[in-house]
């Protein structure tokens, strides 16, 4: 008896020195591989839900400050360049619109005295043509910031506007030996040394591929800046005033000012632009592969701006930025 249950226990110990079965070690490799799959399905979602919002944030900040800017030169728009004036670099008034067409973006350009070039060494003299400038802190004295051609015209305070005729510079500039503009016209007040001289130019903003571009002064490669990327749409409309009332009018005559008095370009000939909407679509640089289309709420109607539609059946997350800006000037 004590044989046969030694026996026995030799047999149990036998058995249970083999390991895991073939079934066994089947199923921990199939639990393993679901914990890893699980696992890597997390890790995907949410790289790719990290890579979208990036994408969003990223959209939101660029696109509102290149927005920002835009509306902040809107708001300077006309300073120091009064409506009667000479065009400025064939412009004529503070807001130029131009209709970009079916599908196409608007190009806004600005007339304004958007910077400070120079301050004035000596007080002016009333009924002289010329004035005298410092454009600079220390020697050498340049005036690349002004010419004669198409950055010639100039506003002494934001009061007094003129256009350069000639320019007569001496190095050092000191204050006996001042840069002398003289001017298309006499000058009517007097007005005392050390005040600003503004430039006053044409800033052009525009729609290049994607890409909102900001022209300055007359153009060219070298006055050209990227201000936001991935913009898909740039439209513009005008509240306007054509019986000099310095009132906007009540296009839809409902006797109240409301956005359906804001109309696209072109403009009626010598209307005055008093207030101006515009509008801004930017989108993320990659498309959201987790996002379905079906779900954006632009995806039957597209986004419609001014008139003009963006579809929106992609997969592209969009912002858009509008505001309705009252000119100062």
Do not use: H
């Amino acid at each position: 008896m004590k044989t046969r249950v030694k026996s026995y226990e030799l047999r149990v110990m036998s058995y249970s020195s083999k390991g895991f079965t073939l079934v066994e070690l089947m199923i921990a490799i199939t639990i393993t591989v679901l914990a890893m799959a699980a696992v890597y399905t997390s890790f995907i979602v949410q790289q790719r839900s990290f890579t979208t919002q990036d994408q969003v944030a990223e959209t939101e900040l660029s696109s509102k400050i290149g927005f920002d800017m835009l509306v902040n030169d809107i708001r300077t728009a006309g300073f120091g360049y009064p409506d009667d004036e000479n065009p400025v670099n064939g412009f004529i008034g503070a807001i130029n619109v131009t209709d970009g067409g079916i599908n196409n973006p608007d190009t806004l350009t600005l007339v304004s005295g958007f910077r400070q070039i120079a301050t004035l060494q000596n007080a002016t003299t009333v009924g002289s043509n010329q004035i005298q400038i410092c454009y600079c802190t220390a020697p050498p004295c340049s005036s690349a910031q002004f010419n004669t051609a198409n950055r010639s015209n100039l506003s002494i305070e934001g009061l007094t506007f003129a256009t350069i005729n000639a320019i007569i510079v001496t190095n050092p500039c000191t204050a006996a030996n001042p840069i002398i503009l003289t001017l298309d016209r006499d000058i009517t007040n007097s007005i005392p040394a050390g005040r600003p001289v503004y430039l006053v130019e044409d800033i052009t903003y525009q729609i290049s591929g994607t890409d909102l571009q900001k022209v300055v002064a007359g153009g060219g490669a070298g006055n050209v800046d990227t201000i936001a990327n991935n913009i898909d749409d740039f439209q513009v409309a005008c509240a306007i005033d054509t019986n000099a009332d310095n009132l906007i009018d009540d296009q839809n005559l409902n006797g109240k000012i409301d956005p359906l008095d804001y109309i696209s370009p072109p403009l009626p000939v010598g209307a005055k632009v008093l207030a101006v909407r515009v509008n801004l679509l930017a989108r993320t640089a990659g498309q959201d592969q987790t996002l379905d289309p079906n779900t954006k709420p632009y995806f039957a109607t597209g986004i419609i701006l001014e008139n003009r539609i963006t579809p929106d059946t992609d997969r592209f997350r969009r912002r858009i930025w509008s505001m309705e800006v009252a000119l100062r000037n």
